[in-house]
C-alpha cells in the first residue's frame, strides 16, 4: 500500500491520511541506557525506515528511566509534595486524597505526575527534568544515526476537567509545530476564524496512544502523514502548550477558593470553616 504524504498541505488543511503504528523491541529500560539506540533498533527491526516528516511519539516512562528519575519513596504522596509547587484542588475519597498540582514543569495534573506503576518496589517514577530538552537530544540522535527529519512528541497520561478518563498529552516536543494557528482563516461559510488554535501536539500524542497502550510494552509510536506540522528546528517545545498565569481561567480548585475568600475576608491566616456542602 502506497504511504500517504501530505508535503503539499495547505497551511490548516488537515492530513488527507494518517498512518500510525507502534514499535515493537524496545526492552524494559534501565537508568543510562541510550534512547536513541534502542529506538534506531526497534525502526531497523520493524522494516520501515522513517521517512522525512514522520513524528517519533515516545511515553515520558521510558524517557525518566533512561534519565534516572527513578527515586526512592516509600511514601508515594511524600513525592508528590516534593514535586509540587502549587496545589490547584484536592478531595477527599473513600480511598484516600486525590491531589491536582502544578508541578515543577508548570504541568497541572493529579499527583504531579509521579508514577508508581511498572517500578520496583519501594520506588516512584518522576517526569523528566526537561522533557523538550529530552525531545531536542532523541531527534538530533536519530537525524544523525538515520538521517531523517523527524519530529520527536513526548507523552504522559493527564486527566481532563469535566471529562472523564484519561488521554495522553504532549509534554515535551522538538521538529513539531505544537500548536496550528488558525485565526485569521474563514470556514465553510466564509467566516472569519477568531480564536482557533489547535494543540496538535497533544492530538498527536493522543492518537499514537491508541497503538502504544497502556500494558502491551510498546511505548513507542511513529506517526505518518502530518509532515506540514514538521519543521526545520527544535521549535518552541511542548511548554508552549502550558497555560498558566493570567490566562488561567481554573487556578483553584472550589475547597481552595473558599478558603482564599475566607482568609481575604477576615484579613489574615485564620482557618477557614468548612466549605459548605453542595
Request: aromatic share 2%.
Amino acid at each position: 500500500m502506497t504511504e500517504s504524504t501530505t508535503q503539499g498541505a495547505a497551511a490548516g488543511a488537515p492530513a488527507p491520511e494518517l498512518r500510525v503504528w507502534a514499535l515493537d523491541g524496545i526492552p524494559e529500560v534501565s537508568p543510562g541506557d541510550d534512547l536513541v539506540d534502542l529506538v534506531e533498533r526497534a525502526v531497523s527491526a520493524s522494516g520501515r525506515p522513517l521517512e522525512p516528516g514522520d513524528v517519533v511519539v515516545v511515553t515520558s516512562k521510558i524517557v525518566s528511566k533512561a534519565e534516572g528519575r527513578v527515586v526512592s519513596a516509600q511514601d508515594r504522596e511524600q513525592a508528590i509534595t516534593d514535586e509540587t509547587v502549587r496545589v490547584v484542588a484536592s478531595r477527599v475519597h473513600p480511598g484516600g486524597v486525590t491531589r491536582i498540582v502544578e508541578n515543577r514543569l508548570g504541568l497541572v495534573m493529579a499527583a504531579a505526575g509521579v508514577d508508581a506503576s511498572n517500578t520496583p518496589d519501594g520506588t516512584v517514577l518522576l517526569l523528566p527534568l526537561d522533557p523538550d530538552e529530552s525531545a531536542r537530544r532523541l531527534r538530533a540522535g536519530l537525524a544523525e544515526r538515520l538521517g531523517a527529519r523527524v519530529g520527536i512528541v513526548v507523552t504522559d497520561t493527564a486527566g481532563r476537567p469535566w471529562r472523564a478518563g484519561q488521554t495522553d498529552i504532549a509534554i515535551g516536543a522538538a521538529g513539531v509545530q505544537v500548536m496550528e494557528d488558525l485565526r485569521g482563516q474563514t470556514d465553510a461559510q466564509g467566516r472569519e476564524l477568531t480564536v482557533t488554535v489547535a494543540a496538535v501536539a497533544d492530538e498527536i500524542a493522543a492518537a499514537a496512544e491508541l497503538v502504544k497502550g497502556k500494558t502491551s510494552g510498546r511505548p513507542v509510536a511513529v506517526v505518518r502523514g502530518l509532515a506540514h506540522l514538521t519543521i526545520d528546528d527544535d521549535g518552541p517545545g511542548a511548554r508552549a502548550l502550558v497555560r498558566l498565569g493570567p490566562a488561567d481561567m481554573f487556578a483553584q480548585g472550589s475547597a481552595e477558593a473558599y478558603e482564599q475568600g475566607w482568609k481575604d475576608a477576615v484579613g489574615g491566616t485564620a482557618q477557614a470553616p468548612a466549605e459548605p456542602s453542595r
